[in-house]
């Protein structure tokens, strides 16, 4: 199975402040569609994961401007560009590319 | 709006049953391809089963771990999804969700503590 790396485990920031979180893959996610299926969720505090970024970069409709993901191969980041109050919770990457499906094992951003 | 709600979650005694089930709404759920997925005490989340359509011949996939004691089905007359698991281990506890897509949405979760 393909193994996701995050980092940090955790991230402690002030409101407004600019974010990163890594996650690295075991294998390249480049499919042999030529696309590359790496994904971002978000996990508030009580609440089920919600999708924020799919195939690295592209957001879905719902997710502010202010979130960003690039990467390839087997490196890839998530940026907040100022963070704000609902964005707390635990980021988790995944993988769709190679069989089965799997996540890294999160990163928690919790406020300063 | 898309809603996936899970029920049957429950304590339950190593290499009993149980089975849950996934109520949606707010989509073509004859046309949608279903998961399970679960998220560990440790809150790891990892993916269970996987159900397609019936114009995909409702393939179905399963995660090594459960290949063999879990069966993912579907009934489309109801816009639901099952998971029936058999010959649960401790390590089957979870919460357990339901997610439209691989992962576009999911359901609120449902608690399965495997013990004695």
């Known amino acids: 199975d393909v193994v996701m790396t995050q980092t940090p485990v955790s991230l402690s920031l002030a409101i407004g402040q600019p974010a990163s979180i890594s996650c690295k893959s075991s294998?390249?996610?480049?499919?042999?569609?030529?696309?590359?299926?790496l994904n971002w969720i978000l996990q508030r505090p009580g609440q089920s994961p919600k999708r924020l970024i799919y195939?690295?970069?592209k957001l879905y409709s719902e997710v502010p401007d202010r979130f960003s993901g690039s990467g390839s191969e087997t490196e890839f980041t998530l940026k907040i560009s100022r963070v704000e109050a609902e964005d707390l919770g635990v980021y988790y990457c995944?993988?769709?590319?190679?069989?089965?499906?799997?996540f890294g094992a999160g990163t928690k951003l919790e406020l300063k | 709006e898309v809603q996936l709600v899970e029920t049957g979650g429950s304590l339950v005694q190593p290499g009993k049953s149980l089975k849950l089930t996934c109520a949606t709404s707010?989509?073509?759920?004859?046309?949608?391809?279903m998961h399970w997925v679960r998220q560990s005490p440790e809150k790891q989340l990892e993916w269970v089963a996987q159900?397609?359509?019936?114009?995909?011949?409702?393939?179905?996939y399963y995660a090594e771990s459960v290949k063999g004691r879990f069966t993912i089905s579907r009934d489309d007359s109801k816009s639901s999804v099952y998971l029936q698991m058999n010959s649960l281990k401790e390590e089957d506890t979870a919460i357990y969700y339901c997610?439209?897509?691989?992962?576009?949405?999911w359901g609120q979760g449902v608690m399965v503590t495997v013990s004695s």
């Open positions: 997610t439209l897509g691989p992962f576009d949405y």
């Open positions: 707010g989509f073509t759920f004859s046309n949608a391809w």
């Open positions: 159900i397609k359509a019936k114009s995909n011949n409702y393939a179905t």
């Open positions: 294998q390249s996610l480049l499919g042999t569609s030529g696309k590359t299926f």
């Open positions: 195939q690295v970069s």
């Open positions: 995944w993988q769709g590319t190679h069989f089965p499906y799997t």
